[in-house]
């Protein structure tokens, strides 16, 4: 026998759809059947229709609702290491830092780690993350699968390069590729398909040419993306003009061996040029737009240029020590504020035109979930796609009142606004209340693990002012 679905109806708030035909219902319902939407319209209608055959009726009256946002480059390793790296340069950053800290951590850390980061994510209404290549995958699931999230999760995969922890300095380039597939294997599609596994190349400093190309063909024959930092710093040119004899950076280089495809997700792509940008437009690759941690360490992308030429730019929160706070909902504000001010630092003149609020929306959903590889079910509220659902209670000091909800949600709205958030059809936060894991008791294990790796890695954090 044929279980019965549960169907769900949520009506009487205003709906930001995000569908091609950009429609936003002033008083709009949604019917969700199992884990996807059913239907979607005006309230009267879909009561009309579904209200006899609902198991729930929520009424969501002065609240509005958008599809669940997508964070398109994470590193949830990095979470219990907020802090440990504020106003370094970029080489500390990495070599005293960020890769003892990440080297020394255990398969239970980086499960804590997920899971205060997926807390953070979810407060700020993201459903779905790219993560950037992190420590151990199995932590990383198991945070994911507990908390009811959907991610594209990737290892952090090296095979070369200066100033590794030793640990990390045997790792062949076979060794780099069997873990993944291995990864693959074991979580691909698991927590009801809220989980996918991705290929990572941390970066081209740290790949050998074998390592590229075999991602790249291991990528294409499971149908599967790859998740690599490009482009970061003008250092990472340099280096690849000098060892391959190519006229500009990374991704020319990467466009002679042809890595770009059109499953690639280009972390900040800061130092292009605009040949670069028309061979990443040409082969698809999708960039993730890092706006805090751009602005901390890298410089000002070509964000504007990159969408004329119509290339698919979403929107990331990065890692915690290069950010600190994990809110999409600050990053879609920094997007905008940042490619704005980015037009009077090139000619002196300030475009307030320039990203506006649809264009930034656009990025934290329908353009995230095709940089994931997902649009097909995720980006937009439509019939037929899975229910991931943020719900906004606008009624609060930061976004009252309310003349225009489109740039309310992009110029005003806090993570706090963020009152309950739905992914695949279940809820993980509800009144602010994270649903599947005990918000304190996650806060404060981790606080003592992220103690413990510090220990071990040696970090010793040079202390400021004067501390009593
Ligand atoms: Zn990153």
């Not at 005006?42 to 929520?58: M, N």
């Not at 290892?155 to 070369?160: G, L, N």
């Not at 320039?354 to 439509?382: H, Q, R, Y």
Request: aromatic residues 6%.
């Amino acid at each position: 026998m044929m279980e019965r679905k549960v169907v769900s109806v949520v009506h009487g708030g205003m709906i930001i759809t995000m569908d091609e035909e950009q429609r936003v219902f002033r008083d709009g319902g949604i019917v969700i059947e199992d884990d996807k939407i059913k239907a979607i319209g005006e309230s009267g209608d879909i009561l009309g229709r579904f209200s006899h055959v609902a198991d729930h009726i929520i009424d969501l009256t002065g609240h509005i609702l958008l599809p669940g946002f997508i964070n398109s480059h994470v590193h949830s390793s990095q979470q219990l290491a907020r802090g440990i790296a504020d106003d370094v340069d970029l080489m500390t950053w990495l070599h005293h830092r960020i890769w003892p800290y990440e080297s020394s951590m255990t398969e239970d850390d980086s499960y804590l780690s997920t899971l205060l980061c997926g807390i953070e994510l979810i407060h700020s209404g993201v459903t779905c993350f790219a993560e950037a290549g992190g420590q151990h995958v199995s932590g990383m699931a198991r945070a994911v699968s507990l908390l009811g999230l959907r991610a594209c999760l990737t290892e952090s995969t090296m095979d070369s390069g200066h100033g590794l922890p030793p640990s990390w300095t045997t790792r062949t380039t076979h060794h780099c590729i069997q873990s993944q597939k291995d990864n693959y294997h074991n979580y691909h599609n698991t927590a009801q398909g809220r989980i996918r596994i991705w290929f990572g190349i941390r970066q081209i400093m740290n790949s050998t040419n074998h390592l590229l190309i075999q991602t790249r063909d291991a990528a294409n024959q499971l149908k599967t993306g790859i998740h690599m930092h490009v482009a970061e710093i003008p250092y990472e040119n340099q280096l690849v003009m000098d060892a391959h004899k190519v006229d500009h950076g990374t991704v020319t280089y990467l466009a002679k061996i042809d890595f770009l495809r059109n499953n690639l997700l280009a972390a900040h792509s800061v130092w292009i040029d605009n040949n670069e940008i028309s061979l990443l437009s040409r082969a698809g690759v999708k960039v993730s737009h890092c706006p805090a941690a751009a602005m901390r360490m890298l410089g000002f992308a070509p964000v504007r240029e990159m969408l004329d030429a119509g290339i698919c730019v979403s929107l990331g929160t990065d890692g915690a020590p290069s950010n600190n706070r994990m809110s999409i909902v600050d990053e879609m504000y920094l997007a905008s504020l940042i490619n704005k001010g980015r037009e009077v630092y090139a000619n002196g003149t300030t475009d307030p035109t320039a990203l506006p609020a649809e264009t930034i929306l656009k990025m934290a959903t329908v353009n995230g979930a095709k940089s994931v590889l997902w649009d097909d079910e995720l980006g937009s509220l439509e019939v037929g796609k899975k229910a991931d659902i943020v719900v906004v209670n606008p009624l609060s000091w930061p976004m009252a009142p309310v003349h225009d909800c489109i740039s309310s949600i992009v110029y005003c709205m806090r993570s706090e606004n963020v009152v309950s958030v739905m992914c695949n059809g279940l809820w993980i936060m509800k009144n602010k209340k994270i649903i599947n894991v005990d918000e304190e008791e996650v806060i404060l294990k981790a606080m003592q693990a992220s103690v413990e790796i510090l220990k071990r890695a040696g970090i010793k954090l040079p202390t400021r002012m004067n501390i009593i």
